[in-house]
């Protein structure tokens, strides 16, 4: 007792001033000022909604109360929030003027208050108090005993207003709850558009009442229902996020075509009489559900009637599912392969005077417009889409950089400077495995293109993609956060937050704070490794895990045939991410060694190398009995050979000849094992 | 290279004759032949399905494939099966001579040979192929490099046709994810019912279009939609598992009676003239949906004749949703306090000659009779419904037991000497969070019962109950499995199946392997101890947690009132589990100590005791930072009090007096902290 006593003391003396850095924000806010004292958190805790909201904001409260219950273990007596003013006293007050809608160009600002007794939101809108109610989670503090808001008062709104993740459905398709999910990360990022790529060459997802024929042979069984759309899309208006769905055609076509082939462009060959003919006497082509990653050449034939017709009967059906005000049609990677090979497209692009196949896609295109028009839709696509007779209408999708052989982002600056509006995912595609601080800082104001005030404003902001080739539900959490909420910040926050060490500070209490949301990001890494080590102690795995990151860019799954889209994917390679923990610990540990080398930063050094090769005596027992652990020896080995001879290094006690020290660490810049780079090679080298 | 070789040598050679003492089978077959060699796995593995089985072996087989990819990473070719005699030349074989029918005593027997270049499954049913195929899953050995099947014979088939669960979704919602990963779970365990508690005081879960205000009134928008269930039915079909849905009446009526209070038994006295007054002259009493735990008093009017006609409606719509040929209408804990007090119900008795609430109670059961009949539905209720007026075709669900102060199982023999056919409970209460031995070792055919071969042939089976005042979908799955596993083969296998130690071993894989469905048993342990630590580092509440047991039966959330069905439930109980790992670890080397005081088996008992000196220790360094470890320092400090004396103890060094080490260990024996026992103590007795 005399020692909880002690305790209880320590935890009420320590509730310090806390400082603006000690906060964990994200995204971080236009204004933030502390003041001094603290509102306590009790179990009487009670939330009051005043003025003119739209209902979301009952449930939005009553989550808000859920998740810091689930927190604190306080357990409110506040249960569901029903109706305005239900508790005039309590000590948490919202205001909001009026209804928010659910699009582009709301009003989602808020003001936050914090004071001793006494917690103040007020926005224009629902939308803007459930940002202010996420901000109110991120400022909760503790001491040893006790949970606490430090007073404050923030003032904030976003700098763009397209805040997106596009979340592919189509590839390893991504069942109802994984999508809830991570639209209840977005909500929690302040993130307001979740673009849902539901049709690609390996899978149609929508079901579809006229036109079953999609579901019947193209989906594998796989799609969502459309009480499951709409109850999706009800969800994400709850949060406050916009739906846009996507239909990618005329390219990527291998799904729609294997329910309708009599619409695809390729011209068979015929080599006999036993197979139907169509009026122009070439036979029609068979197409199957795509089961490799890559481009493929199944197209859309843009000169048939019937594919018009059809799209049209789709739009028909799939529009009224969604509410929102933009349709993505894709539009993306036709090479144009079957149309330059059928004669009847070419005689087709003469006749109507369209010089090129981009001519053409454009034609195609523009036969879109009006069919989403009907139902209230502006049109959306890639890029490519992007040609001199597009409507000004359409909304241009900036995605291709360097990897393409363009410049990075250079579309959106032609789109804006051509009066398009535009999106940008340069930069932003989180699936390639590249490092949180390269998408973190890239903006999507375009430096030094001299654009004007009206140009600017037709960037409407950026967009994270998570195409799925090499993503299965249980791994997809964990390719999309943290690092979407370092893009969270760049389309919310003012330009000028841009510290890296802060944001990487930040983003870790941020990433713990999404698992509250069912988010698997941080849990399904021991779930893939307890597979791998067949169920003995994950230890030196989940080591090895902390300096291995998955192959970047396009180079793992080379050529799109090693793993099929059924292949489960519960590789090493699976349960590793960018950022890999140790190798940050690590590179910040030979920095700080280089510098001044004590024989503290030097103890710190040595403690990694130690790890490694212990890692490494491990992985080797492990092995005995798990077969998947076979294929990290050979990389373990090297990181170990290069660790041992380094403590020599350290000690100057190395015999080998600086060109072998130098091949030893060499061995270590490898992607030839497990799919995984060892992400502390570039630290290694500066050793030597 | 050379080292490689090494490995692959040693691994070749560890394919060593494998016994039958190694296999990790559950439920245990009736019968299993080891014999000489395997069948390696390769990439090519493909399946081959003949004879005449229902379609839901297509899917049942692509799992099976996947799974299997999964485990080995092997990534086979053969992705979705989709008819018969696909592969005529492949390796696995499988013949089913008819459709299978979900139900009650379908042949679900199987043969499953393994020989060295082929595997044959026969089975009359696909619902035996598919055991077979959780057969062959657990079959699945390997040595250090590679994955391969023992060659084997096994024949099988189950003791009892209804092998069941049941999961409450009124006190806890649980959403459609949660059931369909339970569903699979199921499958996996050769469990062939789930029973699916759609309605209680706290919640109406399923959409009624008719009766809508059972949703909107009743369900805090928390309810299955009409087609989810449809979904859900189908998911169950296509695994070989029969739902009984459930709506509970006329008891436990708080939910229903908050959209309907005019067919409640509760009467008002009215005080002024101010409110609406029925037809009696009393006020109709207002209802609410029910926060806390318990037994309440909102019952079902069963002389109001509007009472049946909803029932018939409801019914109406309900039934068609759900193909199977059960119903279940609950019928339990209604203690009649509503009835009593009602003068009109009353007088209803008396005019029916109806001696006893019982009697009154069985009157309304049986106007239920034929609402279900009209559907094609046998009535099942809880052995409350047992009276002597009840249709000899209800299913009496046997339940109680010494803490309703009845012998346990005794309605089941009561039943089944009536002519009833029932289905056993009482000993499968895993919510209830006894050891998995008390389970595994309660057997539905009672001993000394003397029943005639007819009698016995009632006993259908057993159903685990998962009630969930205490379980969200967070914790729903460890409070499931793997205790359940066990309930599954006391169902399945031969009566004489109950070696615990060897259920034990073969469990701890069976457990693990459930992790590939998608079951969050093992992985949410982390997370729930990450919330309570703060993201500090786990480690100690993680070793706590391996001592510590949620207080069992009814003595958590003493009087219901401690959390409310909104409370999130993130204590450090919730992320403990009965069977604690390390407790049963401690027993054995105490006893192992005890019958043998080597010095080894000295060195073990330290080994526990040290460890939980440095376990109290990191949870006083994480309760720094970490209000919620708090709660759990005492109870740690107790158990650490014991350890350091009891080290004292060993070396015969201590100072104690007799007494005061008999306190010190007791203790050790306290319900009073974080809602835990020491799993422990028990052990620690044992010492002094």
Redesign the interface.
């Known amino acids: 007792m005399k020692?909880?006593l002690v305790?209880l003391l320590?935890?009420l003396t320590?509730s310090a001033q806390i400082q603006k850095e000690q906060l964990n924000l994200m995204p971080w806010p236009q204004s933030v000022v502390l003041n001094e004292g603290n509102f306590a958190l009790t179990k009487n805790f009670k939330v009051n909604i005043t003025g003119n909201p739209n209902p979301r904001i009952f449930?939005g409260v009553t989550r808000f109360l859920?998740r810091l219950?689930?927190?604190?273990?306080i357990?409110f007596e506040q249960?569901?929030i029903q109706k305005l003013n239900e508790v005039p006293t309590a000590e948490v007050q919202i205001n909001c003027t009026k209804s928010g809608k659910i699009g582009l160009y709301e009003d989602e600002s808020y003001h936050l208050d914090i004071k001793q007794n006494r917690i103040t939101i007020n926005a224009t809108s629902d939308l803007g108090a459930l940002h202010a109610l996420e901000t109110l989670l991120q400022m909760l503090q503790?001491?040893?005993?006790?949970?606490y808001f430090p007073n404050a008062q923030i003032s904030d709104f976003p700098r763009f207003t397209w805040r997106g993740l596009m979340i592919d459905a189509a590839r390893h398709f991504q069942?109802?709850?994984v999508i809830k999910r991570n639209i209840d990360a977005l909500a929690a990022m302040k993130m307001n558009v979740f673009h849902w790529h539901l049709v690609d060459d390996q899978g149609w997802r929508i079901e579809m009442k006229k036109h079953k024929k999609l579901i019947e042979l193209a989906s594998?069984?796989e799609y969502y229902?459309q009480?499951?759309i709409k109850?999706i899309v009800k969800y994400a208006d709850e949060r406050g996020i916009l739906i846009v769905p996507e239909i990618d055609v005329p390219g990527h076509g291998s799904s729609i075509l294997t329910a309708y082939p009599e619409i695809g462009s390729k011209v068979m060959t015929i080599n006999g009489g036993t197979q139907e003919k169509n009026i122009q006497g070439t036979a029609i082509a068979t197409y199957g559900i795509e089961?490799n990653a890559g481009i493929f050449s199944p197209t859309l034939d843009p000169s048939n009637p019937k594919t018009y017709q059809l799209l049209s009967e789709i739009f028909d059906e799939v529009c009224p599912l969604f509410p929102g005000s933009y349709f993505h049609i894709g539009g993306d990677e036709n090479e144009g392969k079957d149309w330059d090979a059928n004669p009847k497209i070419q005689e087709f692009k003469k006749k109507n005077k369209l010089a090129t196949n981009h001519e053409l896609q454009t034609y195609f295109t523009m036969q879109l417009v009006p069919m989403l028009k009907k139902h209230g839709k502006q049109l959306m696509g890639w890029e490519e889409i992007l040609t001199k007779n597009m409507s000004k209408e359409a909304i241009i999708h900036s995605w291709r950089g360097p990897n393409e052989g363009v410049a990075p982002g250079q579309s959106l600056v032609d789109a804006v400077k051509k009066g398009y509006k535009t999106v940008l995912s340069n930069g932003y595609y989180i699936d390639l495995m590249y490092p949180v601080e390269s998408h973190y800082l890239n903006d999507p104001m375009p430096k030094g293109a001299d654009l004007s005030a009206e140009e600017k404003a037709r960037i409407l902001g950026g967009e994270a993609t998570m195409w799925t080739e090499l993503a299965t539900p249980?791994t997809l959490d964990s390719r999309v956060w943290p690092r979407t909420a370092a893009i969270a910040e760049r389309l919310w926050s003012a330009e000028d937050v841009k510290d890296v060490a802060n944001m990487r500070k930040r983003l870790?209490?941020v990433s713990?704070r999404l698992?509250?949301l069912?988010l698997?990001h941080?849990?399904?890494r021991?779930?893939i490794l307890?597979?791998?080590a067949?169920?003995q102690n994950i230890k030196s795995l989940n080591e090895f895990s902390n300096v291995c990151e998955p192959l970047k860019g396009y180079t793992r799954n080379k050529g799109g045939t090693e793993?099929?889209m059924?292949?489960?994917l519960?590789?090493f390679a699976d349960a590793c991410t960018p950022d890999a923990k140790d190798a940050l610990a690590f590179d910040e540990a030979v920095t700080k060694y280089l510098a001044n080398k004590t024989p503290e930063n030097k103890t710190r050094i040595i403690g990694f190398f130690n790890k490694w090769i212990a890692v490494n005596k491990g992985l080797i027992e492990l092995?005995?009995?798990?077969?998947?652990v076979?294929a990290l020896?050979?990389l373990s080995?090297k990181l170990t050979d290069a660790s041992q001879e380094l403590l020599f290094v350290l000690d100057n006690k190395s015999t080998l000849k600086s060109e072998d020290l130098k091949n030893l660490i060499e061995q270590c810049n490898t992607k030839e094992h497990a799919d995984v780079e060892l992400a502390v090679y570039n630290s290694l080298k500066k050793l030597i």
Chains 1, 2 share one sequence.
């Open positions: 020692y909880l305790l320590a935890g320590s449930g859920r219950d689930g927190r604190t273990g357990f249960g569901f503790n001491n040893s005993t006790s949970f069942p109802v709850d594998d069984g229902t009480e499951e109850n089961r249980t870790e209490t713990f698992e509250e069912g698997t941080i849990r399904n021991a779930v307890r597979n791998i067949n169920n793993y099929q059924y292949s489960p519960t590789l092995s005995a009995n798990a077969p998947l076979q020896l050979p080995k």
